[in-house]
C-alpha cells in the first residue's frame, strides 16, 4: 500500500514562506506523476502543483512565480512557497498518480495571516 505523508505546515504570515514535504513509501520515480493540490474550507480541492515522471512540472497560475515543486531525493517531493498570501490558507495535500489511481497523504494545513 502506498504512503504518502506530508509535513512542514504550519502558521506564517503574510509575505513568509513555507516548505512543505511529501515522503512516500516507495521510490517517487514509479509513479507517473507526484503533486500538491490543496483544498480551503468551504472549496473544492484544486491542482497547485504537478511534476512527472520526466521532471516536466506545470503550475496553477495562483502559484506561478511564487511556489517551486521539486523532488531532492528519490523518495520525497517538496512545494516550496514563497510570498504566500492569505488566500493560501488551506489543507495541502500530496499526490501519486499510478496507472490511473490516485494516492493521496493526509495533507499538512497552511495558515496565512494577514
Known amino acids: 500500500q502506498v504512503q504518502l505523508l506530508e509535513s512542514g505546515g504550519g502558521l506564517v504570515q503574510a509575505g513568509g514562506s513555507l516548505r512543505l514535504s511529501c515522503a512516500a513509501s516507495?521510490?517517487?520515480?514509479?509513479?507517473?506523476?507526484m503533486g500538491w493540490y490543496r483544498q480551503a474550507p468551504g472549496k473544492e480541492r484544486e491542482l497547485v502543483a504537478r511534476?512527472?515522471?520526466?521532471?516536466?512540472t506545470n503550475y496553477a497560475d495562483f502559484a506561478k512565480g511564487r511556489f517551486t515543486i521539486s523532488r531532492e531525493n528519490p523518495n520525497a517531493v517538496y512545494l516550496q512557497m514563497l510570498g504566500l498570501k492569505s488566500e493560501d490558507t488551506a489543507v495541502y495535500y500530496c499526490?501519486?498518480?499510478?496507472?490511473?489511481?490516485?494516492?493521496w497523504g493526509q495533507g499538512t494545513q497552511v495558515t496565512v495571516s494577514s
Open positions: 511534476i512527472t515522471v520526466g521532471g516536466t
Open positions: 499526490d501519486a498518480n499510478r496507472l490511473a489511481r490516485n494516492y
Open positions: 516507495e521510490s517517487i520515480y514509479e509513479f507517473n506523476s
